[in-house]
């Protein structure tokens, strides 16, 4: 059973930046794709930024030019950096992991259960 627990989140003031980190544990070979979501009250879930094990990395609109998505494979742990913080930004942050537990296991989805980052004066 794969384990994704994030960490990182907190207040920060507006123009502010934090760093978010998702720790991966289990039967884990491989992600093949791991990615940040967020979720505000009131509205769906959003895709913040993904990257897959060969280092390609996608942004959402909410992410592009603020945020940074990383991963380090041997501490299969995922970050993500964020730069330039709005009060819109505010929300759970979740972890989100393909994860292959053999070579030719098929990737089966998992999700962590998400840290607040909340962004106010």
């Known amino acids: 059973q794969v384990q994704l627990v994030e960490s990182g989140g907190g207040s920060v003031q507006p123009g502010g930046s934090l760093r978010v980190s998702c720790a991966a544990s289990?039967?884990?070979?491989?992600?093949?794709?791991m990615a940040w979501y967020r979720q505000a009250p009131g509205n769906q879930r959003e895709l913040v930024a993904s990257?897959?094990?060969?280092?390609?990395?996608t942004y959402g609109r909410v992410a592009k030019g603020r945020f940074t998505i990383s991963r380090d494979n041997a501490k299969k742990t995922l970050f993500l950096d964020m730069t330039s913080l709005k009060p819109e930004d505010t929300a759970v942050y979740l972890c989100?992991?393909?994860?292959?537990?053999?070579?030719?296991?098929?990737?089966?989805?998992?999700w962590g259960q998400g840290t607040q980052v909340t962004v106010s004066a």
């Open positions: 990257i897959t094990d060969t280092n390609i990395k």
């Open positions: 289990g039967n884990i070979f491989t992600f093949s794709k």
């Open positions: 989100y992991g393909l994860v292959q537990e053999t070579a030719t296991s098929t990737p089966i989805p998992s």
